[in-house]
DNA sequence: CAACATTGTTGTCAGTGACTACTTTGCGGT
DNA sequence: ACCGCAAAGTAGTCACTGACAACAATGTTG
């Protein structure tokens, strides 16, 4: 009832959306209390059904995660691409967008990223690859761009955008650990971005 | 007994070093089961002691955790000073060898980053804090050196040796979940170093 | 209309973290 | 040497969890 608000006060016995409800009621939880405590049982109570119903849209506990992963990258993929659509079409300052957008969605989601940072990959499960694939293909396409402009080195564009994905990451887990102050990022960022431009001039 | 190869038949009531014996049972069940997995009654079983006991030297689970958090940095640090005494004295190589070394650890511990990677740093617990900056020190002393012999820019040192600790950590993510093969992990590291040295020249 | 697959419910089980009360032991002070 | 006490360990308890099995409700399709 609470998760369909436009039924009557009885639900049908059917959801009807029971799987995205699951992993938005998922999101929040580990948003709220991290990936540890996450639980189906708790996410059952809070979507209105019983505790064995979210295994039938999910195998396990850790099929859920793999899937909310997956809502991570492709959050990511468009927070990239919602930033390069508001850039002017200058190089650096879209290079310079894509880092900060993804910085800003991993700050904001420290538990998220740290679930995206620790689903390992498996072929029969090829959704998360894919998703994280297409989070990374803005910056894969920005540096195959920079390359054939001339203003990048030549070179394999995936390993120079994977180097570029690595290290952004990197900083945002230094900051979401309290390594780094979090007032640093922007000067971090944007210090790293400097240097990759540097070091992958022509 | 097991936990104790030199004494007799009987076990003392005192264990005599139960909290280091806990951690080494915990990084073996982090790296054999995942984080996820660890269970503080496994550990006791696998100790030989009550389930509860593990409680006296760890408030909950979470500060088990963050303990073996700490053991894992102060392992990185070691690799890495570990590398440093076996390089030669030749900046480059030297830088080399820490990222490689880092790198090396990274993916061999795969389980063990990731808890190091999600352990939050509280000011009640400085123990996490002064272990990963003891571990950040080699390479903070390389940039120092560096800068100081006019080998790279002047700068803030410290944000440069977080930009490389950074990069090299994410790389080892990419790999640690499958997004990257193993195979190529030191190709880009050593890229990555080179683009660091390249964006970081005077 | 009926069969059946999908989806949800109810109940069960073993294991877990956390807690409490009790016991053991070794150290330090007198 | 003796004793008090703190530290460390034991045994029991509780609520909660993930996973599983059996049953029920429902909607689609032939």
Redesign the interface.
């Known amino acids: 009832m609470r998760a369909m608000p436009h039924q009557t006060e009885e639900r049908r016995y059917h959801h009807g959306g029971l799987r995205a409800a699951l992993l938005e009621a998922a999101e929040r939880s580990v948003r709220d209390h991290g990936v ?1 405590q996450l639980s189906l049982r708790d996410l059952a109570r809070e979507v209105g059904v019983s505790h064995a119903a979210p295994r039938r849209h999910f195998a396990d506990r850790q099929e859920l995660l793999t899937a909310l992963a997956e809502v991570g990258f492709a959050r990511l993929g468009q927070d990239i691409r919602g930033a390069l659509a508001e850039t002017p079409d200058e190089f650096c300052a879209r290079l310079r967008g894509a880092a900060s957008a993804f910085a800003h969605f991993a700050t904001g989601n420290p538990a998220l990223l ?1 679930l995206m ?6 072929p029969e499960a090829p959704g998360v ?1 894919r998703a ?1 694939d297409e989070a990374f293909a803005p910056i894969l396409a920005l540096i195959s761009e920079g390359q054939q402009r001339g203003l990048l080195r030549e070179g394999d564009p995936q ?2 955008g ?2 570029l ?7 945002t ?2 900051v979401n ?4 102050p979090a007032g640093r990022l922007d000067h ?1 960022i944007a ?2 971005v ?8 022509p």
Request: cysteine-free.
């Open positions: 540890a740290e940072n620790s689903t390992k990959h498996h690859a994280s390993e120079a994977l180097i994905f690595a290290t952004v990451n990197g900083i887990t230094l650990t309290g390594l780094v971090l210090t790293a400097d240097l990759f431009l540097r070091g992958s001039a």
